[in-house]
């Protein structure tokens, strides 16, 4: 069985901090104990925030020797791909381009963590707005995930359902079907266009206080139905311990679902491994 994990963090996430030892090659030797095969270092770079001067900028030229440097290191236990988590693409597009020919990229994954000049989704407390606001908050996200979808030079959208994790972490039930045919048009933009979509695992490391998630399970029936195929595997690691968590799991849901390959990037290319159980 292949084991991937297309989505982990190191200390060149500003999210993960020097206190904390998360170094490429840490990533690496966690991978091998886990029994991956292949990974891809994916750190968060977010253009609009290094523009306005929120985050540092980032070093890309000493995070890409590092990966090389692990690329040859490990080649005969790991294939160790060259990767990129950008944030909020579709604000600075004109960025996107010039970076990722620059550098020997494997995989350029696109992102929303948030909506400018509204909170972070992540620190909503969802409980104290009406079901009209957590509608309104939703039909943004999609609104925004739909501008995502159709940004140039992206191979894999991350974390689909990213807003409806937090509610169901704080138990407020979310009834999807209201927005299952725009989900299945968006799927359907990212079956025409080749572009990957991402099987997050994070939540599966938090249990919900009372409602079971299954989310990301209906996301990825919809994106089945509609002819999608690409689909890879993110643990979405900003610790040792997260790399590859879940992987089987998720493999057996995907198997499930009726996907046969979990998709992993080489050269900006998908490649396929059969999941076979
Ligand atoms: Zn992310
Ligand atoms: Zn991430």
Not at 94 to 118: F, M, R
Request: proline share 6%; aromatic share 14%.
């Amino acid at each position: 069985m292949f084991y991937s994990d297309s989505h982990i963090h190191t200390n060149y996430s500003a999210d993960v901090p020097a206190s904390r030892a998360l170094s490429v090659d840490d990533i690496c030797r966690a991978a091998i104990g886990a029994g991956l095969s292949y990974i891809a270092i994916t750190d968060h770079y977010e253009p609009d925030e290094v523009k306005s001067g929120i985050a540092a900028p980032f070093r890309f030229p000493e995070m890409v020797q590092d990966v090389l440097t692990a690329k040859e290191t490990y080649k005969d236990q790991l294939r160790v791909a060259l990767g990129i988590e950008y944030g909020q693409p579709y604000l600075e597009p004109d960025e996107i381009q010039p970076t990722v020919t620059a550098y020997p990229y494997d995989i350029i994954l696109g992102s929303v963590h948030y909506i400018p000049g509204k909170p972070y989704f992540i620190s909503r407390n969802y409980r104290e707005l009406t079901e009209d606001e957590r509608r309104a908050i939703f039909d943004e996200y999609l609104d925004t995930y739909n501008v995502l979808v159709h940004t140039e030079g992206i191979d894999v959208v991350t974390h689909p359902t990213y807003p409806l994790r937090y509610l169901l972490r704080q138990n407020i039930p979310f009834d999807m079907r209201d927005w299952e045919e725009r989900l299945r048009a968006m799927f359907r933009v990212l079956v025409e266009r080749g572009v990957g979509l991402e099987f997050n695992a994070a939540p599966m490391r938090v249990p919900n206080q009372g409602i079971p998630d299954h989310t990301v399970e209906t996301f990825f029936r919809w994106y089945r139905e509609v002819g999608g195929e690409i689909v890879t595997f993110a643990s979405d690691a900003h610790f040792t311990a997260h790399v590859g968590a879940y992987c089987d799991r998720t493999m057996r849901i995907l198997r499930e679902l009726g996907f046969r390959y979990v998709a992993v990037y080489e050269n900006r290319k998908p490649v396929f491994h059969k999941i076979e159980f």
